[in-house]
């Protein structure tokens, strides 16, 4: 709390700092020209918010931001001055336009990955910047002039130092915004994209869906600075929109810190005020001959990134100490649960499952039932089809033959998000984690599907009550499985034991009625098997039903219901643990036979 406290002592003191440098009298009186820079700071921080949201955070690059400023500009210069529209209906309809634009290109852009992304944005920015320059009624490249005079409240802002502030009252609550939105349900399966995808899909979350979600909210922060950046200059054209730009927003939150919002804000002031200064000393030092400021500016850059990778928040951060944004409210009503099967009710059914990579068969008809309250081991030798097998159930392959039911209905054609949505909850054969996020909030992502506030919600912050339920439920699984005293530790910070166990809380989250845990045992030294073991144990009593794959045959023995043997794809044996450890073929796979 103290930590806290001290954060918001920061942030009050910016504000404060901020808002009054305007109106500070002599001789501390700030000329227009710097207040000038700091308009131009407030602008680029708006896009560059967007961009954390996006690159940052989001895992897709974009080099077209500059083009979706210049929809937001020529939104309004062109209603304003050929119709007389007002410019705050302007604003709006440019911010329409504008998401309907991003909502259409990220439907098509933000399916590409690799490299492809990026050059995706490339072309889709340059040809909005050529549509600018070359639209007669955009006023080709000579623009539009003549902008009106923005009107808040009856007062006209007709100076930078007007409009200074409310520039600064968007870049706030543009932070506040993006902050809110991390801070929620969605955000925290927006943090799931760069690198969790799988897992993030397991757990519910459309991430195609998302991924357009934060293309087009970015876009629209960019349409917001546009519109604010016409009407303090009082016209456009289409220099400030092309490629180029989009480049140095880009790099103001790469310098800044791609992951923080705060760095958005840094790495605009930070680039916009080296540029003014070098731009002013160098003719001075090597003549007004040559762009040597671009030189300069590059080489120092480089330097930067070399030794500031992670930008140069982190560096600043140290200043603004803060604990944990997710806490476990004191009192939350409880999320609802779906009704648990009668023990020995059929769960699972993998009737003749067979999949084909080629001429390569990975699991050749194989069968097996998994039935309420038992854990079922799924074994065998690496290289046997385990994993495949798990796969296949778990939506992440589709079988080439054969059907997979659940509680009688089909779900081998179905989605990792539709299977869990159905009450199976999953772990991963190799960790899949966030390490940076706590394990609070990681364990709320397997709830994903248990809430229902949307991105708008999230932003206005108006899911206080539901973020409530989701917490209290994800400390309730913490418990449940042992790792209340790491509850608000980064998930990174754990030992390999304590992670598989913390995907187990996880998965619990989902409410399910069947977990699958592929491998949990791997990489576990003798006592933590023995605790994960006594965990397993627990849910089973508590009624879970357990689908086990595992290769260590020590670990399931004494743990499992039934086991299942898989070698070279085909189930070998089937049965109680102690009939399968006496089967010929079983000590054949395992031990190449016995006398």
């Known amino acids: 709390m103290k930590r806290f406290v001290m954060h918001n002592r920061f942030f009050w003191l910016f504000l404060v700092v901020m808002f009054a440098l305007p109106v500070l009298p002599h001789p501390v009186h700030v000329p227009e020209y710097w207040i000038t820079l700091l308009n131009y700071i407030g602008l680029y921080s708006i896009v560059a918010i967007g961009l954390v949201l996006l690159t940052g955070i989001g895992g897709m690059t974009s080099f077209g931001q500059a083009a979706f400023v210049g929809l937001g500009a020529y939104a309004t210069a062109y209603l304003t001055t050929q119709y007389g529209v007002s410019p705050w209906l302007a604003l709006i309809v440019g911010v329409v336009i504008t998401g309907l634009v991003a909502?259409?290109?990220?439907?098509?852009?933000?399916?590409?990955?690799?490299?492809?992304l990026p050059l995706g944005t490339i072309a889709w920015g340059l040809a909005l910047f050529f549509l600018f320059g070359n639209l007669d009624m955009l006023g080709k490249y000579d623009g539009i002039n003549g902008i009106p005079v923005l009107n808040v409240l009856g007062i006209d802002l007709e100076s930078g130092r007007h409009i200074?502030?409310?520039?600064?009252?968007?870049?706030?609550?543009?932070?506040?915004?993006?902050?809110?939105?991390?801070?929620?349900?969605?955000?925290?399966?927006?943090?799931?994209?760069?690198?969790?995808?799988?897992?993030?899909?397991?757990?519910?979350?459309?991430?195609?869906?998302?991924?357009?979600?934060?293309?087009?909210?970015?876009?629209?922060?960019a349409a917001v600075s546009g519109f604010l950046y016409a009407h303090l200059q009082r016209a456009v054209n289409p220099t400030p929109f092309g490629l180029n730009h989009g480049i140095e927003y880009l790099f103001m939150a790469v310098v800044g810190g791609v992951a923080h919002v705060w760095g958005a804000v840094l790495g605009a002031a930070i680039l916009t005020v080296l540029q003014d200064w070098l731009q002013t000393l160098l003719p001075k030092l090597l003549g007004e001959n040559g762009n040597f400021e671009i030189i300069v500016f590059g080489i120092l850059m480089v330097l930067l990134l070399q030794y500031a990778r992670r930008g140069v928040w982190p560096f600043v951060a140290r200043f603004f100490p803060r604990g944990p944004q997710a806490h476990v409210p004191e009192h939350a009503e409880a999320l609802p649960q779906r009704s648990k099967p009668a023990t020995g009710e059929m769960l699972l059914t993998v009737n003749k499952a067979r999949k084909q990579f080629g001429g390569l068969v990975a699991v050749n008809d194989v069968s097996f039932e998994v039935k309420a309250g038992q854990i079922i081991g799924l074994i065998g030798p690496n290289g046997a089809g385990k994993s495949t097998t798990f796969n296949l159930v778990t939506g992440v392959l589709?079988?080439?033959?054969?059907?997979?039911?659940?509680?009688?209905?089909?779900?081998?054609?179905?989605?990792?998000?539709?299977?869990?949505?159905?009450?199976?909850?999953?772990?991963?054969?190799?960790?899949?984690?966030?390490?940076?996020?706590?394990?609070?909030?990681?364990?709320?992502?397997?709830?994903?599907?248990?809430?229902?506030?949307?991105?708008?919600?999230?932003?206005?912050?108006?899911?206080?009550a539901e973020e409530g339920r989701l917490?209290?439920?994800?400390?309730?699984?913490?418990?449940?499985?042992?790792?209340?005293?790491?509850?608000?530790?980064?998930?990174?910070?754990?030992?390999?034991?304590?992670?598989?166990?913390?995907?187990?809380?996880?998965?619990?989250?989902?409410?399910?009625?069947?977990?699958?845990?592929?491998?949990?045992?791997?990489?576990?030294?003798?006592?933590?098997?023995?605790?994960?073991?006594?965990?397993?144990?627990?849910?089973?009593?508590?009624?879970?039903?357990?689908?086990?794959?595992?290769?260590?045959?020590?670990?399931?023995?004494?743990?499992?219901?039934?086991?299942?043997?898989?070698?070279?794809?085909?189930?070998?044996?089937e049965g109680l643990p102690e009939e399968v450890q006496k089967d010929p073929a079983v000590l054949e796979a395992y031990l190449g036979g016995v006398e």
């Open 398 to 464: 589709q079988p080439t033959s054969g059907e997979i039911t659940f509680r009688g209905q089909r779900i081998d054609r179905l989605t990792s998000r539709e299977i869990v949505a159905r009450g199976i909850g999953r772990t991963f054969q190799h960790v899949k984690l966030l390490p940076t996020m706590t394990v609070l909030e990681n364990v709320a992502i397997g709830a994903h599907l248990r809430g229902h506030a949307g991105v708008l919600r999230s932003v206005a912050k108006l899911n206080a």
């Open 103 to 116: 909502l259409v290109l990220g439907l098509v852009t933000m399916r590409l990955s690799g490299h492809f």
């Open 471 to 573: 917490m209290s439920e994800a400390a309730k699984q913490i418990r449940r499985v042992g790792l209340e005293q790491h509850m608000y530790d980064e998930a990174g910070s754990l030992a390999l034991g304590q992670q598989r166990i913390l995907e187990i809380a996880r998965a619990l989250c989902c409410d399910p009625t069947l977990l699958l845990l592929d491998e949990p045992a791997a990489g576990l030294r003798y006592q933590e098997k023995q605790q994960l073991a006594a965990l397993l144990r627990k849910l089973r009593e508590e009624g879970m039903s357990v689908l086990l794959v595992e290769h260590d045959m020590d670990f399931v023995m004494n743990l499992t219901d039934r086991l299942v043997v898989m070698e070279f794809g085909t189930r070998i044996a």
């Open 164 to 221: 200074y502030y409310l520039i600064w009252v968007v870049v706030l609550l543009s932070v506040l915004s993006v902050q809110n939105l991390l801070n929620s349900r969605m955000g925290r399966a927006i943090r799931a994209l760069r690198g969790g995808g799988m897992m993030a899909e397991a757990m519910g979350v459309n991430t195609g869906w998302m991924r357009v979600v934060i293309f087009v909210y970015a876009a629209v922060l």
